[in-house]
């Protein structure tokens, strides 16, 4: 198995790097040029491509003979960072490649998620940063996420509660919709979150899906086992 890892540098893709390697699958980092020595711990055992992630050029290499790839969609900056990385990723990856996204629990599928007040509240702040600072662009990610939806290649988006660091627990528990109770602890811990975009390479089962996902041992996925 060859994975590419676009975003390999931050916290979430270097945690991915490590569960790929405990695979034993070959690994291709993408981060960016400033950020390639965050994977020095990595660098006798994957190969890394500086680069932006929207570059098309940088990502059509990196993806090349991969037969999956993980990708960390973020909102940053005002130059669709998000949507031309994405794009770049389904133009590229080899059509039979599964293709694992991350994104939060603020984009939605079928729009049948039910979102609590403080969600709703921490978006329309986040939206508003994103008009006055031009750091974010939330819709970005939005119109990243739109057409991968639209898309015929084997995706998954995976959508994260709020994360934590801390040691892994298990493969995180999922639902289609936001809302429902198995969720409603809303946290996951960051390498767990890491573990269920690697795992999900070998899920067909979550393809053209996006599972909102929590952590296994919140107090509401207990209750969820317990009843079940
Ligand atoms: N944080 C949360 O609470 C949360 C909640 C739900 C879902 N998520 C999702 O989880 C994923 C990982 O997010 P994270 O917050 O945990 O962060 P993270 O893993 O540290 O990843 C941040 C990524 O953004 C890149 N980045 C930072 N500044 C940038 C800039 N100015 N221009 C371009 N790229 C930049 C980083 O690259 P460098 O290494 O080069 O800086 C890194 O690849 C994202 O898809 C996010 O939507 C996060």
Redesign the pocket.
């Known amino acids: 198995m060859k994975v590419c890892i676009v975003?390999a540098?931050?916290?979430?893709?270097q945690y991915m790097v490590q569960h790929a390697l405990d695979r034993s699958y070959e690994v291709v980092g993408v981060?960016?040029e400033?950020?390639v020595s965050?994977l020095d711990a990595f660098k006798e055992h994957i190969t890394i491509m500086p680069g932006a992630t929207n570059d098309r050029a940088v990502i059509k290499q990196a993806v090349a003979g991969c037969d999956g790839v993980l990708t960390?969609?973020?909102p940053?900056?005002v130059h669709q960072?998000s949507s031309g990385t994405a794009q770049a990723v389904l133009d590229y990856a080899n059509p039979n490649a599964r293709l694992i996204f991350?994104?939060?629990?603020h984009i939605t599928y079928d729009g049948q998620d039910v979102y609590p007040p403080s969600l709703k509240r921490e978006e329309t702040i986040a939206r508003w940063v994103s008009r006055l600072t031009h750091i974010i662009d939330i819709d970005d990610q939005v119109e990243a996420c739109r057409r991968i939806f639209a898309s015929n290649t084997r995706w998954t988006i995976v959508r994260?509660?709020?994360?934590e660091e801390g040691e892994g627990q298990g493969l995180p528990v999922w639902s289609r919709h936001v809302g429902d109770p198995i969720l409603a602890s809303n946290i996951t811990r960051?390498v767990d979150?890491a573990l269920f975009m690697v795992e999900a390479l070998k899920n067909d089962a979550l393809i053209q899906e996006a599972p909102a996902i929590a952590g296994c041992r919140t107090p509401a996925a207990l209750a969820h086992a317990v009843a079940n």
């Open positions: 975003g540098s931050g916290k979430l893709g981060c960016r400033r950020s965050k960390v969609l973020v940053w900056g960072y991350s994104c939060g629990w994260g509660s709020d994360l960051r979150y």
